[in-house]
T-cell receptor
């Protein structure tokens, strides 16, 4: 079983809709969780981090964490074409190196 | 915020030559630097972990004699691809964390990446 899993997509949503990106992880010792956005040909950039169960909001982005279900998600409200990118879920396991998921490709259609 | 400067951004080299990639933490000290490789439409794959002043730790399947890592100071780590071949063509990215202000709860900062093409 892979440590961090994501649907590869592509996930297509119309402009203005809510995009929902999901991530599951296998290690219950995971401590912190991150969402990165990666545009084609560019390096990843951090957009959200979450450490505690529940929701965390930052502008149009909301991260949701459920440690019991080993599940973390990212919601993007009012999706824009500029949000089209690959979204990487990263999990910090035992306070060591990050483990990245394979990424979900999001396409926001104008 | 923390910035990691990576150079060069693109490099084309002939098969059999060596290429050096540099990563510098500009406004923080990075005890540990991570080196990733990413093939087209694939996720980041950790190649090695570079610790200042000690030997790098390589992931399984990564040839340490081919991918030489040097981390001689708290602000500079280099990756040298030796005797490069076309199959080494990839996107190489470094990342680091501000060791002194960050905890495990802080995200890592990535360099801008190096697109290596071996012809």
């Amino acid at each position: 079983q892979k440590e961090v899993e994501q649907n590869s997509g592509p996930l297509s949503v119309p402009e203005g809709a809510i995009a929902s990106l999901n991530c599951t992880y296998s290690d219950r010792g995971s401590q912190s969780f991150f969402w990165y956005r990666q545009y084609s040909g560019k390096s990843p950039e951090l957009i959200m981090s979450i450490y505690s169960n529940g929701d965390k909001e930052d502008g149009r982005f909301t991260a949701q964490l459920n440690k019991a279900s080993q599940y973390v998600s990212l919601l993007i409200r009012d999706s824009q074409p500029s949000d089209s990118a690959t979204y990487l879920c990263a999990v910090n396991i035992y306070g060591q190196n990050f483990v990245f998921g394979p990424g979900t490709r999001l396409s926001v259609l104008p | 915020g923390a910035v990691v400067s990576q150079h060069p951004s693109r490099v084309i080299c002939k098969s059999g030559t060596s290429v050096k990639i540099e990563c510098r933490s500009l406004d923080f000290q990075a005890t540990t630097m991570f080196w990733y490789r990413q093939f087209p439409k694939q996720s980041l794959m950790l190649m090695a972990t570079s610790n200042e002043g000690s030997k790098a730790t390589y992931e399984q399947g990564v040839e340490k004699d081919k991918f030489l890592i040097n981390h001689a100071s708290l602000t500079l780590s280099t990756l040298t691809v030796t005797s490069a071949h076309p199959e080494d063509s990839s996107f190489y990215i470094c990342s680091a964390r501000d060791t002194f202000t960050g905890t495990n709860n802080y995200g890592y900062t990535f360099g801008s990446g190096t697109r290596l093409t071996v012809v």
